[in-house]
């Protein structure tokens, strides 16, 4: 069993930023499992939709509404993994959650999760909000 817990979220103005952090129990960057991770969010009265995310090999990938904007990375010695978040903008405001795919085969798996809102994920954690004014 994977635990996962978020930090780093706050309230930040149009044009800010933040780095969330996202520390696991166990390694889950590992080539040789082939674990997936990624971040989620949830706005209030709408459905959880993908953000990122990142393979074994490092790999990644980003939905559209935030590529340039934002960007994943891992740190396998902390087994930790990151989101940085610039240029923020009042839509990017949810719960961001952060999530594991025990079994994962790549770069296309993690586009399946991120356009389906992350159905298949097998961890996660409870979310840390960002709140962005305007």
């Known amino acids: 069993q994977v635990q996962l817990v978020e930090s780093g979220g706050g309230s930040v103005q149009s044009g800010g930023s933040l780095r969330l952090s996202c520390a696991a129990s166990?390694?889950?960057?590992?080539?040789?499992?082939?674990?997936?991770m990624g971040w989620f969010r949830q706005a209030p009265g709408k459905e959880r939709e993908g953000v990122a995310g990142?393979?074994?090999?490092?790999?990644?990938s980003y939905v559209d509404s935030v590529k340039g904007r934002f960007t994943i990375s891992k740190d396998n010695a902390k087994n930790t993994l990151y989101l940085q978040m610039n240029s923020l903008k009042p839509e990017d405001t949810a719960m961001y959650y952060c999530?594991?795919?025990?079994?994962?085969?790549?770069?296309?798996?993690?586009?399946?999760?991120?356009?389906?809102?992350?159905?298949?994920?097998?961890?996660w954690g409870k979310g840390t909000l960002v709140t962005i004014s305007s």
């Open positions: 990142i393979d074994s090999d490092g790999g990644t």
């Open positions: 166990t390694y889950t960057y590992s080539t040789n499992s082939k674990n997936c």
């Open positions: 999530a594991v795919a025990r079994y994962c085969s790549g770069v296309t798996y993690i586009r399946f999760q991120l356009a389906r809102g992350g159905d298949g994920m097998d961890y």
